[in-house]
């Protein structure tokens, strides 16, 4: 139950995340997960690549083969306008959620 | 010395370790399996270049050539459960299932409904014999889950049927023949409406054979069962027989029926009888089809739900086209009958004695036949068609003489006696 929740409410966010970084600069799904790790959002590297297919699927993101030094070809994903639209929509709601959240703190708060 | 595989991965050739290659194997399959989404392959094409990227990052790191066991149990901790990966694909067939709801209680709701049983995605049943859950042969198990009943009402209710009046045990015998035995995974899948595809059998075998291990008497029938089964294929076959005499019988007086209508039609039409018969006949199909279509409609049905529009509207037409022939023929029969009251009431008189026994049933027959010649004969309208009628009734009355006996004679000369007085 309480795993539940947790997840539940990371799950939102971290498609906002990844929006976020993707909207930032061109990127392939080995850096977002770097730049996720670093954020401590995201524990197995697995569920990302669903969760992408996804976004891209539902017109968010785009993406093109980029050749790499390293070894084949790679997926760098951008962000579409309805992505983009989405994001700044996104952006505020969080807003309006951690005002929310911090006045109920602040409620909480002896005098 | 470990002997290794070749393998290619996003496009790269490792060098693996067997243990490690079957341990990788048995992962990339279970995520394969836990996916739920359209675009399993892209998905799994970027899990697999993932993997090999790690198995780079790994080599070079180690110094080493050949991938091992150890980097395998890594990159699995790495990447998280085949679970909770499909987890996350979950949400997307769910989302495109419920993009219509924006509330977020029903979002909610819908998740936790989803979180079950996964990729079981419920198409139309099909009707089956459930024979693992069969008391006798598994109709009424059958037919509960088709119909998404509890399968004691619906022994409840065949044994009530049983019991009443009988027809519980007909209908039981008689679906036990038509309806086929869910004895493969696939058609139990079917049978649950669940698509049959190729991983949905493979778990439902798993699951079928861990419930026989769990209790290896479940799926034969108990000695009550047994008991009944043998006397519903003894009552089968001791029914089966009588039946097909009654269905003899039945079509045989139906048919005679259809014939005297057709001659006596024929001669009210002052139609040849060549003519006439085939009408009467086609009219005779028609009454029977209107019963026959519906009926045959519905088993079709009960059998498999999947059929075509064309199919519907064959049906319909067919239906509807009977329908027509067969009132008007009831039309025309009945409005000739009540032009001439004392035929009318001889003719009553003799399907009165009909339901008494089967000699009435051909001096019946005959009446009508005669009855026909005599309509004939007063008509008058047409010497030509006069000629050839009663040249036909005469070939009517001799095909039918055979069975003819004392009494209808009798009733034949009777009838000869009333019109001519007439």
Known sequence: MVENIKSQMRKGILEYCILEIIHQEEVYATDILGKLKAANLIVVEGTLYPLLTRMKNAGMLNYRWQESMAGPPRKYFCITDEGAALLQELEKEWDAISNSVNTINKAALPA | ?422
């Open chain 2, 1 to 422: 010395m470990k002997q290794t595989v070749n393998i290619n991965l996003g496009g790269i050739v490792f060098h693996i370790d067997n243990d490690a290659y079957a341990t990788l194997e048995t992962y990339i399959n279970k995520i394969n399996r836990n996916l739920q989404s359209d675009s399993k392959d892209e998905i799994m094409q970027d899990i697999e270049a993932r993997i090999a990227e790690l198995f780079q990052q790994h080599l070079q790191y180690s110094k080493m050539e050949v991938v091992n066991l150890r980097m395998v149990n890594d990159i699995m901790l790495q990447l998280g459960s085949p679970e909770a990966i499909g987890a996350e694909s979950e949400d997307e067939a769910m989302d495109s299932q419920d993009s219509s709801h924006s509330d977020d209680a029903q979002e909610v709701e819908a998740e936790e409904i989803s979180s079950s049983p996964a990729n079981e995605k419920q198409t139309a049943k099909k009707l089956y014999r459930d024979v693992d859950h069969q008391v006798i042969a598994g109709v009424c198990a059958g037919l509960g889950e088709r119909i998404g009943l509890d399968a004691t009402l619906i022994r409840i209710i065949f044994v009530l049927l049983v019991v009443l009046q009988g027809a519980g045990l007909l209908a039981y015998l008689v679906l036990w023949i038509i309806m086929p035995a869910a004895d493969s995974a696939a058609r139990r899948l079917e049978m649950r409406g669940i698509d049959p595809s190729a991983e949905n059998i493979q778990k439902e075998v798993e699951r079928t054979q861990e419930e026989r291990n769990a209790n290896p008497n479940k799926g034969h029938r108990s000695t009550a069962g047994n008991l009944m089964f043998g006397c519903l294929i003894t009552f089968g076959i001791l029914l089966g027989l009588p039946l097909l005499f009654v269905i003899f019988i039945l079509v045989t007086v139906f048919g005679s029926v259809a014939f005297a209508g057709a001659s006596v039609m024929g001669s009210l039409l002052n139609l040849p009888l060549a003519t006439g018969l085939s009408f009467g006949s086609l009219c005779a199909i028609c009454s029977v089809l209107v019963i026959l279509i519906p009926l045959i409609v519905l088993i079709i049905w009960l059998v498999n739900r999947k059929m075509g529009k064309a199919f519907w509207i064959t049906a319909i037409v067919l239906w509807m086209l009977s329908l027509i022939g067969a009132t008007s023929s009831m039309y025309k029969t009945f409005t000739s009958f009540s032009d001439n009251h004392e035929q009318w009431e001889q003719i009553k008189n003799t399907i009165e004695q009909l339901s008494e026994n089967e000699e009435a049933m051909d001096a019946f027959e005959q009446a009508m036949q005669s009855w026909g010649e005599q309509m004939n004969t007063i008509m008058e309208e047409n010497a030509y068609a006069d000629g050839v009628t009663d040249d036909a009734a005469e070939e009517v009355t001799e095909s039918a003489t055979d069975d003819v006996t004392d009494d209808a004679n009798m009733v034949i000369s009777a009838s000869d006696n009333e019109t001519t007085t007439e």
